[in-house]
């Protein structure tokens, strides 16, 4: 239906915009703490915060203060985080097993968080490059990043964490097949209500890059990830990729990159209507803080505002670095 409109004066459309009751009773769309997954790298030793240098405001924390960060997000009234492990050199591999260690950081991280807070949701990444001494995300073989044998160390990995307790995996590898690999090995394994959602369209982006610095991956990847990772020239590939992994178990979905793909966030919702989240990823993240350290930008409005464009896209969810800053705005 195409919208109408009366001839002007009998319409006058500012004046839905008169004030900010009047403004507050047509907003479109809401964002709430709800909204918001809030990413945390896990580092060794006790008592630690470690700065990542190119992502201001952001640290890798020890276990015990992830625990801590993890009561501060419950109180906050955010529904869930998500860990990334910052792995030493010496545990990375050819073969990756430190992966499906039950004593990982990860899998650590996943029992501390469950006794200090347990009412909020523990989200884990599932991909091999933390643990690769390549850096990929499966494994490599001759140059080319194999399919299948990745596919199986992914599902050992995956197993490892449900054991640990997590609530939702998150497959962010981008090999074929493993959704339904990880799905059928967690109906198996008993854990039919662990959580699947999958990083279906994550796009070989450049907007990655403090994020490698953060896990410590940077150094070590050898090429690039194009293939694997989408082309961002691509938009119908994304819906294809979406409905294989819902066929094959996801519960929900996720697009990476979040601002530069918006539009893949629309399509993805209003073609399946299933929950779809987005990924404000680092360099998102760093843009947005550089230019407001520098003065450039209202960082509290321009955060906010790039949170609001999700929703408006269609997003259930976003995770974000800035989840416990715009939480605390949220909440007055």
């Not at 643990?131 to 199986?152: K, Q, R």
């Not at 394994?189 to 410590?216: C, E, M, Q, W």
């Not at 979040?258 to 073609?271: E, P």
Request: aromatic share 6%; proline share 6%; charged share 20%.
């Amino acid at each position: 239906m195409k919208p109408t409109v009366a001839p002007f004066p009998a319409a006058r459309l500012r004046r839905t915009r008169v004030s900010q009751p009047i403004r507050d009773l047509v907003r479109e769309n809401a964002l709430t703490t709800a909204d918001l997954i809030w990413p945390i790298f896990v580092r060794e030793g006790e008592g630690q915060m470690e700065p990542v240098e190119s992502m201001p405001g952001v640290l890798r924390r020890s276990v015990d203060k992830v625990a801590e960060a993890a009561v501060e997000a419950q109180a906050l009234g955010i529904p869930a985080i998500c860990l990334f492990p910052y792995t030493d050199a010496s545990l990375k591999t050819e073969d990756c097993a430190e992966a499906w260690n039950p004593d990982n950081l990860t899998n650590r991280a996943i029992r501390a968080i469950k006794q200090a807070a347990p009412d909020i949701a523990v989200m884990t990444d599932v991909a091999l490059d933390p643990y690769n001494i390549n850096g990929h995300d499966g494994y490599v073989v001759n140059g080319e990043i194999v399919n299948d044998a990745s596919v199986e160390a992914l599902v050992k990995m995956t197993l490892a964490q449900a054991e640990a307790g997590a609530d939702i995996i998150g497959p962010s590898d981008m090999m074929d097949g493993r959704i339904g690999a990880m799905r059928r090995a967690l109906e198996q394994a008993g854990h039919p209500n662990v959580t699947i959602l999958s990083y279906s369209a994550k796009y070989a982006s450049g907007f990655y890059g403090p994020f490698r610095d953060a896990v410590g991956a940077s150094g070590a990847l050898k090429g690039d990830k194009k293939t694997y990772q989408m082309d961002p020239a691509n938009s119908d590939e994304a819906l294809r990729l979406i409905k294989r992994d819902l066929m094959e178990g996801a519960d929900m979905v996720m697009v990476k990159p979040g601002i530069a793909y918006l539009d893949i966030c629309q399509r993805v919702k209003s073609t399946f209507g299933v929950p779809t989240f987005a990924y404000q990823v680092s360099g998102e993240y760093a843009m947005i803080q550089a230019a407001a350290q520098n003065g450039w930008i209202n960082g509290e409005q321009v955060m906010m505002e790039s949170l609001m464009a999700f929703k408006r896209a269609g997003c259930n969810g976003v995770l974000t670095y800035f989840a416990p800053e715009a939480a605390r705005l949220l909440n007055g």
